[in-house]
């Protein structure tokens, strides 16, 4: 078997009394392409940010590329390579798009142990390369408040891309689109993910989810309840109880 890059065993997380994830286990091979679905509220959010470091687990473990990450907080994650997007966009609405990639490109990549510090120049040309990469060349000196929704979810993935990430969490990055801006967005993360960059896509809209993953997890009141291929899955029994008891 080879190495997972990402072993998730038995994670729980509570609010209060209220169980959020009961016992997720899920592993994750480099280079996969993986589709997270389950109605609003089964808990995935929860689950991006137990894995993020955003919020602590109260039982089970992660494990990311070989390292035990219990105790290692959001940005110690993210430069190990772990990255997400956020389902509302959060850009830094008073710097411009530039400054909004230099930000993750200094404290992620420049303060990763034993990397080599990027240059003015060098910073500024993997700007534009991230830029040119989520089709957003040409717009480093406008501000967020100038973008369209799209573009905003495009500069989103951008920022979470400048980390140099080998696992990419999309937390909904697509909700709210037209049919065209979705198909647009699932290129941009398959493109992504032949670079080799590992995908979890968290998705609603099942149309991008099928043509996007190559295994479907569901997660239903924070537990697991199907992980396999996408047409088997969708065709689960349980799976479409859950969908259409909703
Ligand atoms: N910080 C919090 N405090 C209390 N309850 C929370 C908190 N965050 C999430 N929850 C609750 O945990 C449950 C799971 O929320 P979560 O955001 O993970 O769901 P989700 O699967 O991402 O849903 P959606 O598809 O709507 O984004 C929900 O019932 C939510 O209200
Ligand atoms: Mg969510």
Redesign the pocket.
């Known amino acids: 078997m080879t190495a997972q890059l990402l072993e998730v065993d038995g994670l729980g997380k509570r ?2 009394g ?1 169980v ?1 994830l009961d016992g997720v286990d899920l592993s994750i091979a480099p280079g996969e392409r993986v589709g997270l679905i ?12 137990c894995l993020c470091g955003t ?1 602590a687990n109260e039982t089970g473990s992660v494990r990311f590329d070989g390292r035990d990450l219990s105790g290692l907080v959001a940005h110690q994650r993210t430069r190990l390579g772990m990255a997400r997007s956020f ?1 509302l966009p959060r850009p830094f609405p008073s710097m411009t798009v530039g400054d909004n990639l230099r930000i993750p490109l200094l404290y992620a990549v420049n303060a990763r142990p034993g990397a080599a510090h990027l240059s003015v120049a060098e910073t500024r040309e993997r700007c534009a390369e991230l830029l040119g990469l989520v089709g957003l060349a040409g717009r480093v000196h406008d501000y967020p408040r100038d973008l369209t929704q799209v573009d905003m979810r495009k500069l989103e993935l951008a920022r979470a891309m400048a980390s140099d990430p080998k696992l990419l969490i999309a ?2 990055a697509m909700a709210g689109l037209s049919h065209s801006e979705v198909s647009d967005i699932v290129a941009l993360l398959v493109r992504l993910n032949e670079r080799g960059i590992t995908v979890i896509l ?1 998705e ?1 809209i099942m149309r991008a989810v099928m043509s996007f993953s190559q295994r479907l997890v569901v ?1 239903v009141s ?1 537990k697991k309840i199907a992980d396999g291929r996408p047409d088997e899955v969708i065709r689960d029994a349980e799976v479409e109880r859950a969908y259409l008891g909703q």
Request: glycine residues 20%; negative net charge; proline residues 4%.
């Open positions: 609010f209060g209220f959020a389950g109605p609003n509220g089964s808990g995935k959010s929860t689950l991006v940010n919020l389902q937390d909904e968290i609603h997660l924070g």
